[in-house]
C-alpha cells in the first residue's frame, strides 16, 4: 500500500464530515463531477413522490396555499441564506442562472445611474474569463440599457474603474481553472467607483463561505444544481441586499412579483422585499425537489465543508504529484489557500480521451475544451480514498 493510500485511511477515520456520505446516492465509482450536477440526497425521491402523489394528485390547486406552494421562492430563500452568509429575506429562487444574471445585472445599471441622477454612467465591465453565457448576457444587457461592454480580468478591474462604470459581472470562482477571486476587495472597489458589483456564485455557493452580508455585496446569483445538489435544472437563486430592495428594478416585472398578485391590475407595481426579483410561476415540481435537497445541509456548518474541501484538493494535488509521471499534467488551480475554490484542474495534451478512460474506470470528472481536466471536490459526500483512487487511476491512465 502507497503511503498516499495509507494517509487516506487515516484522514478519513479523522473526517468529521464523513457520515453525511450516506445522506446521498452514491454507486461504487468516484464522482469528482458534482460542480456540474451534484449527486442524488436520498431523502429526495420520497419527498417528490409525495409531491407528485398528494400534493399535485390529491390536493391539487389547494396545494398552492395548503402544501405552500406559492411562499416556496422565498422559504427556500431563506434555507440557501446561510450557506451564502445573508440574513432572511434578501434570496428568492426561480428561474435560471442566466435570466437572474439579466435581472440582476440591468438592475445595477439602472440603479448606478440613479445614484448619479444621469446617464454618465454607461459601460458594463464583464469578466473576461467567465463562463460564456454570462458574456452572452452581459452583451445583451448592455444593448438594452445604451452601454458598452468591456471585457477585463478580476484582478484588472480596481484600475479599469471609472466615473462611467455602472455595473461590474464578476464570477466568485473561475469555472474553469478554480480560481477564487477576491470577492471583499473587488466588491469595495467597485462600490467605492459608485458601481454596482454582481457577482456569479455558481461554483462557490456550497462549496465554501461568501459572507454577502459580511462584505457588503448587494447583487448576487447563483445555481443550485452544483454543490447545493439540487437536481438537473433546478431553479437558481438570486440574493438582493436589504438596503438596496426598494430601489431593485427588474427588467422582468411579472405577476408574481406584483404588489398584488391576483388584483390582475394593468399597471405594475412592485411587491416589497426579495419578492421583487420574482416573474412568473414558480417550477414548484423541481423548486421542492431542491428543498428536500437542502436538507443534506443540517447541522453542516458551511466553515468545516471549507475546511475539508482545501484538505482534499490538497491532497489530490499530491497524489497527482506522487503518481502521475512529472511534466505529464500541468495544474491549473492556484496552491494558494486564499485563491482556491472546490475544484482542480489539470491541463493535459488529450484530456478529451483521458477524461473518456477516467470515466470508463470509474472516475468521474469532466473535459472543458481544449485540453483541461475538471474535478470537483464536494465535500459532503467525497472522501480521501475517494481521492487517493482519482489520483491513482489518473496515472494508470495516462501510462495505458
Excluded at 21 to 38: C, E, H, I, K
Excluded at 215 to 233: D, Q
Excluded at 236 to 246: E, I, N, P
Aim: net charge negative.
Amino acid at each position: 500500500m502507497s503511503e498516499s493510500a495509507i494517509r487516506a485511511e487515516k484522514l478519513d477515520a479523522a473526517d468529521e464530515l464523513a457520515g453525511l456520505r450516506d445522506r446521498f446516492v452514491l454507486d461504487g465509482g468516484v464522482y469528482l463531477d458534482g460542480n456540474s450536477l451534484g449527486a442524488l440526497p436520498a431523502n429526495v425521491p420520497d419527498r417528490i413522490t409525495d409531491v407528485v402523489r398528494r400534493q399535485w394528485g390529491e390536493l391539487r390547486i389547494r396545494s398552492w396555499t395548503e402544501s405552500g406552494w406559492w411562499t416556496a421562492p422565498e422559504r427556500v430563500g431563506d434555507r440557501i441564506a446561510p450557506l451564502v452568509g445573508a440574513a432572511p429575506g434578501q434570496v428568492v429562487v426561480g428561474d435560471s442562472t442566466s435570466v437572474n444574471v439579466f435581472k440582476a445585472l440591468v438592475a445595477a445599471v439602472r440603479m448606478a445611474r440613479e445614484e448619479s441622477g444621469g446617464d454618465d454612467r454607461d459601460e458594463i465591465l464583464v469578466d473576461a474569463t467567465t463562463f460564456p453565457t454570462d458574456g452572452y448576457i452581459a452583451e445583451s444587457a448592455a444593448r438594452m440599457t445604451g452601454c458598452a461592454l468591456r471585457p477585463v480580468t478580476p484582478a484588472e478591474v480596481p484600475g479599469a474603474l471609472t466615473p462611467r462604470t455602472a455595473a461590474v459581472l464578476l464570477n466568485h470562482v473561475d469555472y474553469r481553472t478554480g480560481r477564487l477571486h477576491d470577492l471583499p476587495s473587488l466588491t469595495a472597489a467597485v462600490h467605492a467607483a459608485g458601481a454596482y458589483a454582481v457577482w456569479d456564485l455558481c461554483h462557490s455557493a456550497g462549496a465554501l463561505p461568501v459572507g454577502l452580508d459580511e462584505h457588503g455585496v448587494r447583487l448576487a446569483v447563483g445555481c443550485t444544481y452544483k454543490y447545493l445538489n439540487g437536481g438537473p435544472g433546478s431553479p437558481a437563486f438570486l440574493y438582493v441586499r436589504g438596503d438596496v430592495q426598494d430601489r431593485f428594478d427588474s427588467p422582468l416585472p411579472g405577476w408574481n412579483s406584483h404588489v398584488e398578485p391576483f388584483g390582475m391590475r394593468p399597471e405594475y407595481e412592485p411587491a416589497g422585499g426579495a419578492l421583487r426579483g420574482r416573474v412568473g410561476t414558480p417550477d414548484i415540481l423541481s423548486l421542492l425537489a431542491l428543498e428536500a435537497a437542502l436538507d443534506v445541509w443540517d447541522g453542516v456548518p458551511i466553515e468545516a465543508v471549507r475546511a475539508k474541501s482545501l484538505a482534499l484538493t490538497d491532497f489530490f494535488l499530491e497524489c497527482v504529484a506522487e503518481y502521475v509521471p512529472s511534466g505529464r499534467v500541468e495544474s491549473l488551480t492556484p496552491a494558494v489557500h486564499e485563491e482556491r475554490g472546490s475544484q482542480v484542474a489539470l491541463r493535459c495534451p488529450d484530456a478529451g480521451d483521458v477524461m473518456k478512460r477516467l470515466i470508463e474506470r470509474g472516475v468521474v470528472g469532466d473535459f472543458r475544451h481544449p485540453d483541461v481536466l475538471r474535478f470537483g471536490f464536494t465535500p459532503l459526500y467525497i472522501g480521501f480514498a475517494d481521492v487517493e483512487r482519482a489520483g491513482r487511476v489518473l496515472a494508470e491512465v495516462l501510462a495505458g
